[in-house]
Nanobody, 122 residues
Framework: QVQLIESGGGLVQAGGSLRLSCAAS????????MGWFRQAPGKEREFVAR?????????LYADSVKGRFTISRDNAKNMVNLQMNSLKPEDTAVYYC??????????????WGQGTQVTVSS
């Protein structure tokens, strides 16, 4: 079992920044990749970013956040962070941390956090 706890959500003005964190506990040795999804009201859940636990890490971003968001990891703390800059109102959503045991696509994570609200005002 793996537990994921998100933190860092909040309310910011357009153009501002937030930093989300996700701490993993339990059988963390089974994790291959960790990342973030988000879901806005009335919309489907969408992929945001992920990073693998391989040497150096391999990062992947959704086109909508490239150049604005940066994902990073802290192996010693079993933690991933998402630095979100130049935030837009359309970034408003509940952000969910996720972790996967698989080696392939990050489409069906095995573990989910409870979510943290990010609201960007215009």
């Amino acid at each position: 079992q793996v537990q994921l706890i998100e933190s860092g959500g909040g309310l910011v003005q357009a153009g501002g920044s937030l930093r989300l964190s996700c701490a993993a506990s339990g059988r963390t040795f089974s994790i291959y990749a960790m990342g973030w999804f988000r879901q806005a009201p009335g919309k489907e859940r969408e992929f945001v970013a992920r990073i693998t636990w391989t040497r150096g890490g391999s990062s992947l971003y959704a086109d909508s956040v490239k150049g604005r968001f940066t994902i990073s990891r802290d192996n010693a703390k079993n933690m991933v962070n998402l630095q979100m800059n130049s935030l837009k109102p359309e970034d408003t959503a509940v952000y969910y941390c996720a972790a996967s045991r698989g080696l392939g696509a990050f489409t069906e994570p095995d573990y989910w956090g409870q979510g943290t609200q990010v609201t960007v005002s215009s």
